[in-house]
Every structure is written in C-alpha cells, then in structure tokens.
C-alpha cells in the first residue's frame, strides 16, 4: 500500500482561532461523505448523544454540511442535465 504524504498548513485568523488544513495525497472528501456526516450528527442528536451546552456548535456544523451537500447536489444536477449523454451526437 503506497505511503500518502501530507501537507500541513497553519493559519491564524484575526479572532485567533488556529485553522488547520491538511492536504492528503490520494485522499478526498466527496459530497456523499459529506452527506454521511450530516446522517451521522441526524442520529446521534436523536440518541442524546449532544450536552445542552454543545448544540450550538453541533447545529451550526449541521446546517453548514446540509448547505455544502445541497448546494453540492444543485451543481450535480445543473452539469448532469447540461452535458450531453455519451453515444449521442450533437
């Protein structure tokens, strides 16, 4: 199995919150990951799995993935109907 390298870069933005952002080599995050994340926050929230005092950020990362996946989708779809369907001529 081929070793991945990573890339590692810090920045630091003006309300001194560290971001982090790693770059993986043959490594992605697809829209159906993102999906299976919300999928996962949908359910755990559902266990009670979340402290009163941590649904804030929770719901502030959900809604952010829900608009990541849907407007992911959006696109999906605008490209898929605008591009021709192999076999056909134009």
Sequence with gaps: MPKSS????HKIFRWRMPVLNICMEHKQLTVADMASLKA????ANSRGAFKATELTTVGMLYDKLAHFVEQ???QLQAQAQTQPVQGESQ
């Design 6 to 9: 990573s890339k590692i870069h």
């Design 72 to 74: 992911s989708q959006a």
């Design 40 to 43: 996962i926050i949908e359910a």
